[in-house]
Nanobody, 115 residues
Framework: QVQLVESGGGLVQAGGSLRLSCAAS????????MGWYRQAPGKQRELVAA???????NYADSVKGRFTISRDNAKNAVYLQMNSLKPEDTAVYYC?????????WGQGTQVTVSS
């Protein structure tokens, strides 16, 4: 199975931007869907954005128009560009590989947005 490593998290002021990266240990070409999830303290993990191998995307309503997910199969990487960040975006962000019958998760990267 692929292994996923996230990077790019950090502390940013409200209104700022961050770009998260997810590096895969092997090709992601055949993985049907790659996604970004987040989990804030005391809350359930939730889908932020997902992208299929064909490039179709899906976003949580709370991030539509602010976040953009992209996928580079040649580099075995998935990205999440986050703009106009809000304090409520504060969470641990996880990369996910959805093989349909199984899920693979990265270790997560912390994003903290100060007001």
């Amino acid at each position: 199975q692929v292994q996923l490593v996230e990077s790019g998290g950090g502390l940013v002021q409200a209104g700022g931007s961050l770009r998260l990266s997810c590096a895969a240990s092997r090709t992601i070409f055949s993985i049907p869907t790659m996604g970004w999830y987040r989990q804030a303290p005391g809350k359930q993990r939730e889908l932020v954005a997902a992208i299929t191998g064909g490039g179709s995307t899906n976003y949580a309503d709370s991030v539509k128009g602010r976040f953009t997910i992209s996928r580079d199969n040649a580099k075995n990487a998935v990205y999440l560009q986050m703009n106009s960040l809000k304090p409520e975006d504060t969470a641990v962000y996880y990369c996910n590989a959805d093989y349909v019958i199984t899920l693979v998760w990265g270790q997560g990267t912390q994003v903290t947005v100060s007001s």
